[in-house]
């Protein structure tokens, strides 16, 4: 099993910007895959953000420009650098740890607790 634990959320305005980490602990020789989800109320949980143990990345359109996700693969760690953000960002953030396999398709196999981000107009 691989735990993950969050941790950065909060209150910021508009404009502003938050730093969320993850670290993922366990039996994590299997993983080659993190990222960040965010569920809104009332949507579906979407793709914020991915990157695979070599570096390649991957966003949704929506924050293309304002986010960055890195890792410190000797620390186990992966951050979600969150700038210029909107209140339609507010959501439930979720780090994810899983696979990408010879055919590039990723999947998530484990999740954290879930980081509440709110942003006031």
């Known amino acids: 099993q691989v735990q993950l634990v969050e941790s950065g959320g909060g209150l910021v305005q508009a404009g502003g910007s938050l730093r969320l980490s993850c670290v993922a602990s366990g039996s994590i020789f299997s993983v080659s895959a993190m990222g960040w989800y965010r569920q809104a109320p009332g949507k579906q949980r979407e793709l914020v953000a991915g990157?695979?143990?070599?570096?390649?990345?991957l966003y949704a359109d929506s924050v293309k420009g304002r986010f960055t996700i890195s890792r410190d693969n000797a620390k186990n760690t992966v951050y979600l650098q969150m700038n210029s953000l909107k209140p339609e960002d507010t959501a439930v953030y979720y780090c994810a740890a899983g696979r990408v396999d010879s055919s590039s398709q990723w999947t998530y196999d484990y999740w954290g607790q879930g980081t509440q981000v709110t942003v006031s107009s």
């Open positions: 990157i695979t143990s070599g570096g390649s990345t």
